[in-house]
């Protein structure tokens, strides 16, 4: 009798996958691919609900590997919400005029989307080219190393935030004056940069390391990061409310303490990026084999050494 283990041998040999790269972690899963009663395997064999192939249990498995990473990225959508919640109610507390022009307090969000931009395009054209030349990786810059950046940008964000907060509290209860609101800016400007690499790492992070059969599944998960981010912040604001019996977050923020909100935020930010990292370096990549363009006049080009495979990527210029 033939066992999962050795089905998987011949799989790896067959498919040309490396025999460790085969999904070892979640053994328990391995029992969907063996019939219980020997007895009824002609009657049954077809049948999914009683016994799946070994591919198919491997694929789940790799989809199951994915949670990790995608557990870690949704802090980062809690923090891009106060963008577009606390921050607008701080800037209403600030002086916003422009000579005689009051600008909206939800204007400033533009700052953001600006930055967005901005970052998207210095990613391609700056940052990647200059990872390919440090690194001689064909990627230049990975899915998971752009992640890590964007949560790290995250966590500078909320630090800038609870400092401005804290200056513009202090300013306007000692001083009876306002601050300028342009000193969002920089918070502004960090979750945008942010935003900026990790959505392009996630949403390539699931894509390419997502079975080949549940592609259209991939970007439900990184769409599900977004709305996880979300619900964690509106959750994060019920608690703190309830724990602080409603002294941080108050609808006058100058009677409120926000600014501790957004160390919450980073001292969670802070402890969550480490758990990227741990996740992070534990992950295999599939391996992606690159040709080097025709016009392309950088040597030197290699697969990223932590990248394992699954799939070959072999039309010529695909990086």
Not at 1 to 22: G, K
């Amino acid at each position: 009798m033939i066992t999962v283990t050795t089905r998987i041998n011949i799989l790896a040999e067959i498919y040309q996958i490396p025999f460790p790269l085969m999904c070892y972690s979640i053994r328990c899963l391995d029992k969907a691919a063996i019939m219980d009663d020997p007895t009824s395997i002609g009657a049954q064999k077809n049948d999914p609900w009683i016994v799946s192939t070994v591919m198919e249990v491997e694929e789940v498995k790799m989809v199951v590997k994915l949670i990790p990473i995608w557990s870690t990225c949704i802090l980062f959508w809690t923090v891009y919400s106060q963008m577009t919640t606390f921050t607008i109610e701080q800037a209403t507390f600030m002086d916003r005029k422009v000579g005689s022009l009051v600008i909206p307090s939800g204007s400033y969000s533009t700052f953001l989307f600006i930055t967005i931009l901005l970052f998207t395009s210095l990613n391609e054209r700056l940052f990647v080219p200059l990872a390919r030349k440090l690194t001689h990786n064909a990627q230049g810059l990975t899915s998971l190393q752009r992640i890590g950046a964007g949560l790290f940008l995250s966590i500078l964000a909320m630090v800038a935030a609870a400092s401005v907060e804290k200056e513009r509290r202090e300013t306007a209860i000692q001083q009876s004056t306002k601050i300028s609101a342009f000193w969002l800016v920089p918070q502004y400007f960090l979750v945008g940069a942010g935003e900026a690499f990790v959505y392009v790492g996630q949403l390539e992070f699931f894509i390419r390391e997502a079975p080949a059969r549940m592609k259209s599944m991939s970007t439900g998960l990184f769409l599900s990061t977004i709305s996880m981010g979300f619900f964690v912040s509106s959750l994060l604001v019920s608690l703190v409310d309830k724990a602080t019996k409603k002294i941080w977050l108050r609808s006058n923020l100058n009677k409120g303490r926000l600014n501790n909100f957004y160390w919450l935020l980073a001292v969670l930010g802070g402890l969550n990026f480490f758990v990227f990292l741990a996740f992070a370096r534990g992950h295999q990549y599939k391996v992606q084999h690159y040709i080097k363009p025709k016009n392309c006049n950088e040597k030197g080009f290699k697969p990223a050494g932590d990248l394992t495979a699954l799939e070959m990527v072999k039309e010529e210029g695909m990086i």
